[in-house]
């Protein structure tokens, strides 16, 4: 089985706080993508990566940054959290040769105080 | 500006009959579309996915159907179950620079009723 794993499923954090969240992907999969979901605007794009410390913007990539140091390791960063913040944070594996699915982990629940 | 729209928010099916979500999209660049599944608290999961040189992709139970002239999919899951009350999400990629990314819609709520 496939496996894309997420390091917290739920977290609190304050705001000012920088936080990193982490995914880790077991499938050898060159892209991998984070997301964020909210209720009623579907799963948006924050950013991107094709390739070890290869990164591209999604669509809502301010207040963000990401880092791939190693092909199985994707981690996204906020450096200053806001209360806006707070949403269900997905990241997803996907192989980059051929066309397929994207693998998701089990979600991050952040909330911002 | 949403690239791919799912302009129904919710949808109530009796057990047995026919579910019917649909999918705009507007980026004629996109030639693959997938759909997903989402329970609360999970991660999305793959149901079925469809290329642009095809029209019909049937899985079991599941059926996309792509009209590329009107840039609109479908998915029908017919009989549907309890088990599949969920939010549904379709989503579209175009090759970009060797590799693809995913844009998803809004979602559709899903309940059947027993």
């Known amino acids: 089985d496939v496996k894309v794993t997420q390091s917290s499923r739920y977290l609190v954090k304050r705001t000012g706080e920088k936080v990193f969240l982490e995914c880790v992907q077991d499938m050898d999969h060159e892209n991998m993508f984070w997301y964020r979901q909210d209720p009623g605007l579907g799963l948006r794009l924050i950013y991107f990566?094709?390739?070890?410390?290869?990164?591209e913007k999604g669509d809502i990539p301010e207040g963000y940054s990401v880092s791939r140091e190693k092909k199985e390791r994707f981690s996204l960063i906020l450096e200053s959290a806001s209360t806006n913040q707070t949403s269900m944070y997905l990241c997803?594996?996907?192989?980059?040769?051929?066309?397929?699915?994207?693998?998701f982990g089990q979600g991050t629940r952040l909330t911002v105080v | 500006d949403q690239q791919v729209k799912q302009n129904s928010p919710s949808l109530s099916v009796q057990e047995g009959r026919i579910s019917i979500l649909n999918c705009d999209y507007t980026n004629s660049m996109f030639d693959y579309f997938l759909w997903y599944k989402k329970y609360p608290a999970e991660g999305p999961t793959f149901l079925i996915s469809?290329?642009?040189?095809?029209d019909k992709n049937e899985d079991g139970r599941f059926t996309v159907f792509l009209n590329k002239s009107a840039k609109h999919l479908s998915l029908h899951i017919v009989p549907s179950q309890p088990g599949d009350s969920a939010v549904y999400f379709c989503?579209?990629?175009?090759?970009?620079?060797?590799?693809?990314?995913?844009?998803f819609g809004t979602g559709t709520r899903l309940t059947i009723i027993p």
């Open positions: 989503a579209a990629s175009a090759r970009i620079v060797g590799n693809e990314k995913l844009t």
């Open positions: 469809i290329s642009s040189i095809k």
């Open positions: 997803a594996g996907r192989r980059g040769s051929r066309r397929g699915e994207a693998f």
């Open positions: 990566s094709y390739d070890v410390k290869m990164k």
